[in-house]
Structure formats: C-alpha cells, structure tokens
T-cell receptor, first 108, second 117 residues
Framework: EDQVTQSPEALRLQEGESSSLNCSYTVSGLRGLFWYRQDPGKGPEFLFTLYSAGEEKEKERLKATLTKKESFLHITAPKPEDSATYLCAVITGNQFYFGTGTSLTVIP | DTGVSQDPRHKITKRGQNVTFRCDPISEHNRLYWYRQTLGQGPEFLTYFQNEAQLEKSRLLSDRFSAERPKGSFSTLEIQRTEQGDSAMYLC???????????????FGAGTRLSVL
C-alpha cells in the first residue's frame, strides 16, 4: 500500500536553531516528491519538487533533498515567519498522496 | 494571473442539505483536482479532471459526491444529503500536464470550509 509518513508531527525551534523535517515513503512508481507549506486556514503553497534520488533544491532558508526512500527538508537559521505546517506529497500514477505534515513553530 | 480561486470560502449548512462549491483554476492549466482536508491531516485526494474529462475518483468517495468541469475551465463539487462527517476543508488545485515532461506541480486555492450542523 502506498504510504507517506512525516516526522516529527510537531517541532518547536528557537529562532536561529537549524533542524530537519523527514518524509519517508513507500510507493510504487514514484514520479516525484513535493514539499508544500500550509498556513492556518489557507491552501498549501508549493515549495519544491524533486524527481530523482540525489537531487537537491534550495530556497532562502530551506533546502530539500531526496533519497530512494525519504526526503528531508532542512531549515537553516529559521525565523518566526517560517512557522507553518510543512506537507510532503508523492505522485504515483496520477494521484498525489500527502503525509499528515509537520507543524513547525519558531520561537523568537 | 490571480491563481486558483474557490467560492465560497465558508459554508455552514444543516445535515441533509445539498451544497455546491466552485473552483476556478489557473487559466492555462488543463488539470484540476479536488481534495478534502480535516484538522491535523494532509489533503486527501477526491477526484481529478483533465480538461473536461473526469479521469479518476477516489475509492473512498461516496456516491453523494459529484464533480463536474463542463467546459474544461471551472469546476463544481456537489455534496448531496450532507452529513456531519462531511465537515472539512475542500481544496481545489490545478496543474499543467505536459506530454513531454509531466512536472504536474499542483497549485492550490484557499479552500472552502464546510461545517455541517
């Protein structure tokens, strides 16, 4: 059964304290892995897409990496405005499977 | 381009009533998706369209749910005889599927929050 698991469920960081979020997946025929950010009461906002193991993408304080079994979203020196839920999704066939997300809180 | 828009943003209804939501995708996007999201969960796939054709529906989708995309532009999602368990955020997303390289990045609207009393 196709499955996407994110950890931790929640993460509290001090401003400037770097960390990583994990997304592990067991799917057949992976066509891509996506990271989204979601603020309360809003739709997910696209961050990155990764297609093959070894690929990396960066945007400001965020960096996403992909292996054959998992992806990491590294957050370097986070700021309070980085507080949000970060969702991982994989596409297999024509369907997206989302994880349950990691709720990140960055404390000033 | 204003992105994906959904209407209404909030809907409160009584159990047993029918409700309809609208989604306007990004104008050049040929694919349109509907998802349902409950608190603390990731979005759950419901169905998707390529142009006006509905190509896939989740096995979990009740017969009370129906979606249309009549001219390959906007889409509607109707829920008949609503139940309290239908209370959720309903999200719409659109993407451009290209034959040569299906990047399939989905861009989401802000969602319609449904409350069934």
């Amino acid at each position: 059964e196709d499955q996407v698991t994110q950890s931790p469920e929640a993460l509290r960081l001090q401003e400037g304290e770097s960390s990583s979020l994990n997304c592990s997946y067991t799917v057949s025929g992976l066509r891509g892995l996506f990271w989204y950010r979601q603020d309360p009461g809003k739709g997910p906002e696209f961050l990155f897409t990764l297609y093959s193991a070894g690929e990396e993408k960066e945007k400001e304080r965020l960096k996403a990496t992909l292996t054959k079994k998992e992806s990491f979203l590294h957050i370097t020196a986070p700021k309070p405005e980085d507080s949000a839920t970060y969702l991982c999704a994989v596409i297999t066939g024509n369907q997206f499977y989302f994880g349950t997300g990691t709720s990140l809180t960055v404390i000033p | 381009d204003t992105g994906v828009s959904q209407d209404p943003r909030h809907k409160i209804t009584k159990r047993g009533q029918n409700v309809t939501f609208r989604c306007d995708p990004i104008s050049e996007h040929n694919r349109l998706y509907w998802y349902r999201q409950t608190l603390g969960q990731g979005p759950e796939f419901l169905t998707y369209f390529q142009n006006e054709a509905q190509l896939e529906k989740s096995r979990l989708l009740s017969d009370r749910f129906s979606a249309e995309r009549p001219k390959g532009s906007f889409s509607t999602l109707e829920i008949q005889r609503t139940e309290q368990g239908d209370s959720a955020m309903y999200l719409c997303a659109s993407s451009l599927s290209m034959a040569a390289q299906a990047k399939n990045i989905q861009y989401f609207g802000a969602g319609t929050r449904l409350s069934v009393l």
